[in-house]
């Protein structure tokens, strides 16, 4: 994953309600914690909304180029040829502009994790990403362990390509694959070819400790046996960490106007995902999110900082920013084409528009977030990153464990088996009145 933008309406169910038997937690009174809960949440500010602590710092980059727009992508991407090495220098500097006039709204502030998404940031020379590390280093305070994350797509692999990107400062690399099958790549619009994405995978494996592998399934045409093709050559590399995507057809894309043909039904998309867990779950990889699996050790600090209702300050063309203060929320959005904003970052203009979160919003932004985490959330944290007491969460609250979406224990909910099936659903329940 990139980076989220502003929240989107959940979707309606694709699968028919079915009945279930879960027990349900007794109503409370507002304020009052469940039943058998810890201690209670702390009281609500004088102020509700005031924030009383500010959550981790994540620090997005985005660098924009490819060099084929996919049918099937909404993100802020410009096909292009390979950006030379004055292009690549001035965009660079325009990140440190970009980033030195943001510096007032973090001061003092850690930063956990850095991801460097796109386009395709694999298109920039190992040198400009190691400048670019050190641009970073020089104007924030990052935690010693922290995670450093590139996307890459093998085609635009070298030899050794990878290996200097480690050498750069990078930790973690993330390879957009999608699929091993050529015709289904073909179908998806991807610049390589099955052999290619293998060699990417053996050379990230051979560089980096921990790597990522995205997966797509229901693609055009693609049966359970394509899929298990898929997977055979997926796990057989051991991957540390695993993102698997249903294809969607997104507004504004190519795939929006011409829609591909044979595109799996919801039956069968569902039966891929249900095969795709139980595979993942016995070469050990654990499913920790919707659409992420990982082996002990290896979950995505960057990503889980995005569900978890976390601070993350975007810069690049087209990045989105989450920022926290005592007394408000504020997203904001830097100007999306690339050249527009080269010229805006070096004027200090790079933010194209901001919006507070309204106070009304942040309980259906928090858990929209939150109810993708297999293990849930703390209610505690509702409280620390909404500046609101949780007791505005209870009829929605009550009504999911009613209609088993929802297990509350104490101050920690998560979404059940049923809840993750129907996850739009349990999302909307908490859609402001």
Not at 32 to 47: C, L, S
Not at 72 to 84: G, R
Not at 108 to 135: M, N, W
Request: aromatic letters at 8%; proline letters at 9%; hydrophobic letters at 40%.
């Amino acid at each position: 994953m990139s980076q989220p933008s502003s929240p989107r309406r959940p979707n309606p169910p694709l699968r028919p309600p079915q009945p279930i038997a879960i027990p349900v937690v007794p109503a409370r009174a507002p304020g009052q914690a469940p039943r058998g809960a810890a201690p209670a949440a702390p009281t609500v500010p004088a102020q509700a909304g005031v924030l009383v602590a500010l959550p981790p710092l994540s620090l997005y980059v985005h660098l924009p180029w490819c060099l084929r727009k996919c049918p099937y992508c909404d993100f802020n991407s410009h096909e292009s040829a390979p950006p030379n090495a004055a292009l690549q220098t001035r965009y660079r500097q325009s990140l440190v502009r970009d980033l030195e006039a943001a510096l007032p709204q973090i001061w003092g502030r850690t930063v956990h994790s850095v991801f460097i998404g796109g386009g395709t940031p694999s298109l920039f020379e190992p040198e400009q990403v190691e400048a670019l590390l050190a641009d970073i280093r020089a104007r924030l305070r990052l935690e010693p362990a922290c995670e450093i994350t590139l996307e890459a797509n093998p085609g635009t692999f070298e030899a050794q390509r990878f290996a200097a990107y480690a050498k750069a400062g990078v930790t973690r690399l993330s390879v957009g694959v999608q699929s091993f099958n050529d015709r289904a790549l073909a179908a998806l619009g991807r610049v390589h070819d099955g052999a290619q994405a293998l060699a990417a995978l053996q050379e990230a494996a051979a560089s980096f400790e921990t790597w990522n592998l995205d997966l797509m399934y229901a693609l055009p045409g693609q049966a359970l046996e394509d899929l298990e093709r898929d997977l055979d050559a997926a796990l057989a590399l051991r991957p540390p960490h695993l993102s698997v995507y249903h294809l969607t057809i997104e507004p504004n894309t190519r795939f929006a106007l011409q829609p591909p043909p044979h595109l799996p039904d919801d039956d069968a998309a569902y039966g891929m995902l249900d095969h795709i867990i139980k595979r993942t779950t016995a070469a050990g990889l654990v499913r920790y999110e919707v659409s992420a699996f990982s082996r002990p050790g290896h979950r995505c600090i960057h990503n889980l900082n995005y569900w978890r209702f976390g601070d993350y300050l975007g810069i690049g063309a087209g990045a989105h920013s989450k920022l926290s203060f005592p007394d408000r929320l504020v997203r904001q959005v830097r100007w999306r084409e690339p050249r527009a904003y080269m010229e805006a970052a070096e004027g200090e203009q790079a933010v194209s528009n901001e919006t507070l979160i309204a106070v009304d919003d942040r309980p259906f932004e928090f858990m929209l977030n939150g109810l993708r985490l297999i293990d849930g959330v703390s209610l505690r944290d509702f409280y620390e990153r909404t500046g609101l007491n949780a007791a505005v969460l209870e009829p929605a609250l009550r009504r999911a464990v009613v209609e088993g979406l929802l297990v509350q224990d104490g101050l920690h909910v998560q979404p059940s088996a049923r809840g993750l099936d129907f996850l739009s659903d349990l999302q909307a329940l908490f859609l402001p009145a």
